[in-house]
């Protein structure tokens, strides 16, 4: 069945010249190459004024590339094409002098400095001069009208690192506002948020838009790209698809996610049989700990749970409920203090004092942040992937580099990870590939329970598929499988049983039969009711 | 033609690795050629050959121990001068007022190094105090107490046992009674011949079970030049008074640190902590024992290399091994270790430290004055890692 591609709600991205007054940017003929590599291809782009538009597409579809011609990261001279911002033809050299037009850049990794304040973060590099050096009268009320302006009641005075990265990336947008934003651009802000959070800045992005602001915004989260956009943009590998109106917020979703990898996804979710054991692969009981700093705190009180094999187990929550925390103290006390109940692992009671232990009772934890606590960037896929397990290819603690070679090519092959070489530095490699290199790091440790934390953070379409194809054939191996995520479809789409978590407790089971979206949420909020009570 | 072609294509980010690869061996050749036509072939006699390494003995053998503390994070130890002189001061002390024997002397040295090494590597691996500090407070310690076991004078070495097991040279009756030092010669061959035997064989072993390696050109080439290198070397060293002894020790050192780095699991976890310390910790290694087992293994070769420093001048003294430390961290950063840790090796830092030792030795032939040579050390240091940061830029590495 061919889609009706002449439906009204299409507007072909191909733009003749300048002719449309209300437009704020217009990007013709973009072409980016670095060294090997064509990241853009005759991109065209129009951002009509007070938008909100969307950029969608996999990783290394050139979104980024984009936004960077655009602020002046990559700076004029580099790239072929023009682009007008207000009808006048750009040429940037730094992003300063994007800057300086309005044209704000806020990067998925926070720009922030953990040990200044607020205010002194928010006019870094722009500071209030007084008479003799800073004017910090003027830098603290300015930063309070700003902070007041995302809905944030926080002193100026405060610390980055003493708040939490929702917060830090709404401090990040009074940034954008103190340097006068026109247009603001978004790369994937919501990667860290959890929903409430995320629910929030999309809000006040909607708000910004009635004031007349235009937004550029990078996401892989289509639910909130359909919620939020007027217009949506698809790239893939370096070119704009096309651009779909989204004023009435029906898009598709099944239509982008079509236009960004090419293909119809019949299910995004691939099926698997389910197989579930009777027996408990792993089972926590009266666990309990502490925060490693403040060791009066309880960051996981009482939490009891099992998992079958064969079974896929989820666990949603706010951020900051406490299932990182639990995963990482149940892998050997990787995390906390004062660590209490019982950990039993194919119904035998162990001691799991160090990843070392865990990992030799079978145990693996996958992290949710592959960068820092998962890969060594700087060294080969076929390092990283016997890390955990270095033994298997020695022999007498030398290091069979041969068979660690092969080792690599075979997981390469079974996770179909896209790489010219395992000798490459994982450093190289897209998201998607580095989650991939990072499970088979895991998966070579032959453990029987995964426990995995967010699994598909910041990672395309098709390789979130191919991630959920993997773990469905560990399940079907027998192994036990826990899947901590922030995407409440996902958990949906991939768990057999979902546990709730708020505030370090459990507040909820339900089986995925009668889970959904709003039963997960409802348990969490009534949860905090009555913590109130 | 059994070899891919893949690896040959001409990538620029591949051409730039490889040039990178061998761009401090190419500089050493460079700078060994210029000193030799400086000097007018001086450089080139078989004395000046055979000294060449045998007054570099302590940094060669030190730049080991210091490329594991560097892997672990960039972390240096300043220490190990002192720890040099401390030791040596020992020794001194030892067989000249107490009439110990040689071998129990180094078994005793070898100790006290060992429970130096034990002593910093708990307070930076166990306690993390942090490096630089720990061991710039080992610096002034040891100095200190090697200046009081010396009383403050210079003491002479008598002991020829002692003597003998550092600074002889290899002689085999019959073969090496004339000019020349044949049995020498004969190393030489044997080890190039052996370094061809095994390339065959780890090659036939590989196309054995369907490995992919480096094109037979590049492996074979690799191994004439070295080859011949060291039947070069090991001519001059015939000439001259033959094989020295302390450069089997130095041999025996570089090889087994460079077997640790680069084939045995140990070795790998200085490479993973300096990679990433979190992800290390999360996949089961213990990094406070990586951080324990850098400092113990770079005071026990200070302490071995006091021993050598002692015998090779035969006397110590309150101020003997001063700076030493400086150029075995020179030597890791010229030879291409990460200031960031993470990465580096035996075979590169080895070159950095020949390097720093040619240029030395061609200025004091040439009879430049002592203090330039600091000014051109310093120099190589800077264009050496800024080399290395600058092309890490363009390969895409951060």
Known sequence: MSTTIASSNIIKVKQEGVNLADSILVMENITKLFPGVRALDDVNLSVERGEIHALVGENGAGKSTLMNVLSGTHPYGSYEGKFMYNGKECKFHNVRESEKLGIVIIHQELALIPELSIGENMFLGNERRGLFGINWNETYSQAAKHLSNVGLKDSPLTLIKDIGTGKQQLVEIAKALSKNVKLLILDEPTSSLNEEDSRMLLDMLIEFKKQGMTSILISHKISEVAYVADKITIMRDGATIETLDNSDHQVDEDRIIKGMVGRELTDRYPAREHNISEENGLEVQNWTVHHPVYTEKRVVNNVSFHVRKGEIVGFSGLQGAGRTELAMSVFGKSYGANISGTVIVNGNPVKLSTARDAIENGIAYVTEDRKDNGLVLGDSIAKNNTMARLEKVCSYGIIDINRENQVAEEYKDKLSTKTPSVQQNVGNLSGGNQQKVLLSKWMFADPEILLLDEPTRGIDVGAKYEIYSIMNKLVEEGKSVVMISSELPELLGMCDRIYVMNEGEIVAELKAEEATQEKIMGAILRSDKSHIA | ?398
């Open chain 2, 1 to 398: 033609m059994n070899n891919t072609l893949d690896s040959k294509r001409l990538n620029p980010a591949v051409f730039l690795k490889n040039a990178k690869k061998y761009t401090m061996t190419i500089a050493l050749v460079v700078v060994f050629i210029f000193f030799a036509i400086l000097t007018g072939g001086r450089l080139l006699y078989p004395q000046n050959i055979s000294n060449l390494l045998l007054q570099n003995a302590y940094v060669l053998v030190m730049a080991c121990g210091m490329l594991l503390c560097i892997l672990t994070g960039g972390n240096v130890d300043l220490s190990i001068g002192s720890t040099l002189c401390l030791i040596g001061a020992i020794s001194a002390q030892l067989m000249s007022k107490s009439d110990w024997g040689a071998i129990p002397t180094i078994i005793f040295c070898l100790v006290i190094a060992v429970l130096i090494g034990i002593w910093q590597g708990f307070w930076i691996g166990y306690v993390h105090i942090p490096p630089f500090i720990c061991t710039l407070a080992g610096m002034f310690l040891f100095r200190g107490l090697a200046r009081v076991i010396l009383d403050s004078k210079t003491v002479n070495i008598a002991n020829d046992d002692f003597l003998n097991i550092f600074t002889t040279y290899v002689k085999t009756p019959g073969l090496d009674d004339g000019d020349i030092k044949w049995s020498a010669l004969i190393i030489g061959i044997l080890v190039a011949v052996g370094f061809l035997v095994y390339t065959i064989f780890s090659r036939a072993n590989k196309v054995k079970k369907g490995y992919s390696m480096s094109s037979n050109l590049v492996a074979y080439s690799q191994v004439a030049v070295i080859g011949a290198l060291v039947i070069a070397y090991c001519w001059q060293l015939a000439n001259y008074k033959g094989l020295p002894v302390m450069l089997l020790w130095i041999l025996l050192v570089v090889c087994i640190y460079a077997f640790i780095t680069s084939k045995t699991a140990f070795g790998r976890y200085f490479y993973a902590v300096g990679g990433n310390e979190k992800a290390t910790k999360l996949s089961g290694i213990d990094t406070r024992k990586v951080y324990f087992a850098a400092y113990c293994s770079m005071s026990l070769l200070a302490g071995f290399s006091g021993l050598l420093v002692a015998a090779r001048i035969g006397s110590v003294n309150g101020d003997t091994g001063t700076s030493y430390e400086m150029d075995a961290i020179g030597s890791c950063f010229i030879g291409g270790a990460s200031a960031y840790g993470g990465s580096g090796t035996i075979p590169g830092v080895m070159i950095g430290a020949i390097l720093l030792g040619v240029i030395n030795q061609g200025m004091s032939i040439y009879g430049l004055d002592n203090n330039w040579q600091y000014v051109v050390k310093g120099a190589v240091l800077l264009i050496a890692v800024i080399f290395d940061v600058v092309s890490n830029r363009k390969t895409g590495k951060s």
